[in-house]
């Protein structure tokens, strides 16, 4: 059984660019939420994909997309890039139901110039 | 608005000292409470789930509390050691099931 995992590790971009993260849920799962970390905080949810459909929304603006393909792996998308966009972004898979565990990738650590 | 607290920000201890973490929560209307482990620049692991429904949990060295009507949990770790040192973050179900809200954590660090 594979776990989540997420690309890439690490990424550096300047003010006003485009990024896109990708996540590979973990096998079997079909649920994937996405968390924004910044520094010394703890995660605040962006939003959730089931069964490729947005299943949910934290106050993130509308720059901040995401995509969830047939194999269940998601992307993220944030568009006009602004400093404070500098952060540990996270990848969660679980099953359906509310009382299943989330499981985390690693996570891609964004820098914004 | 559901706000989550963790108390102490971080804490130090030596090895083989039994500790207690903190997590206290606005809304008793959650669905569940997670406890996760973070090590620096990584990403997180479920150590216990409580549902609302119950008490509490136990894994190994691991015990987790949850006491709903007066939006409190802790976390005993029993016996620490230096493998412990990590930070500890305390999440709660919303109302739709689908965001977990999160405390900023505890930093721990366990000496031998």
């Known amino acids: 059984e594979t776990g989540v995992t997420q690309s890439p590790t690490h990424l550096i971009k300047t003010r006003g660019q485009q990024v896109t993260l990708r996540c590979s849920s973990q096998s079997g799962h079909n649920t994937v939420s996405w968390y924004q970390q910044a520094l010394g905080q703890g995660p605040q949810f962006i939003f959730q994909?089931?069964?490729?459909?947005?299943?949910g929304r934290g106050n993130f603006p509308p720059r901040f997309s995401g995509l969830q393909f047939p194999n269940y792996s998601s992307e993220l998308n944030v568009n006009a890039l602004e400093l404070d966009d500098s952060a540990l972004y996270l990848c969660a898979s679980s099953l359906p139901g509310l009382n299943e565990k989330l499981f985390f990738g690693s996570g891609t650590q964004l820098s914004v110039l | 608005k559901q706000e989550v607290t963790q108390i102490p920000a971080a804490l130090s201890v030596p090895e083989g000292e039994n500790l207690v973490l903190n997590c206290s929560f606005t809304d008793s209307a959650i669905y569940n409470l997670q406890w996760f482990r973070q090590d620096p620049g990584k990403g997180l692991t479920s150590l216990l789930l409580?549902?609302?429904?119950?008490r509490e949990q136990t894994s190994g060295r691991l015990n987790a509390s949850l006491d709903k009507s007066s939006g409190r949990s802790t976390l005993y770790i029993a016996a620490s050691q230096p493998g412990d040192s990590a930070t500890y973050l305390c999440?709660?179900?919303?109302?739709?099931?689908?965001?977990?809200?999160f405390g900023k954590g505890t930093t721990l660090s366990v000496s031998s």
């Open positions: 994909y089931y069964r490729e459909e947005e299943n």
């Open positions: 999440a709660v179900t919303n109302q739709a099931g689908t965001a977990l809200i």
């Open positions: 409580i549902q609302s429904s119950q």
